[in-house]
């Protein structure tokens, strides 16, 4: 996969640790609204920063919320800075 990103370790690490929110939830996407995925992105994102900063204190991360008209819905995602 680096060769498709010209060894950009960032882009890589993007697209290994995204997660879309309606593929976990897939089962209740059609009850569910879309602000309620959109808060749920904003709750795991805030999530993940508090793990990452407690196992990896010595490492700095980039967390994001992805919500764009590509995409089926809310996406988080986050790299190594």
């Not at 960032?10 to 996407?29: A, P, Q, W, Y």
């Not at 407690?54 to 089926?72: A, G, H």
């Amino acid at each position: 996969m680096a060769e498709k990103f010209y060894g950009d370790v960032r882009e890589v690490e993007k697209i290994m640790n995204h997660t879309h929110l309606c593929d976990v939830f897939s089962g209740c996407n059609d009850e569910v609204g879309d602000f309620v995925f959109e808060q749920l992105a904003e709750i795991l994102s805030l999530s993940w920063q508090l793990v990452l900063k407690d196992k990896f204190p010595e490492r700095k991360f980039s967390v994001e919320v992805l919500n764009s008209d590509q995409d089926y819905g809310p996406t988080v995602t986050f790299y190594k800075i």
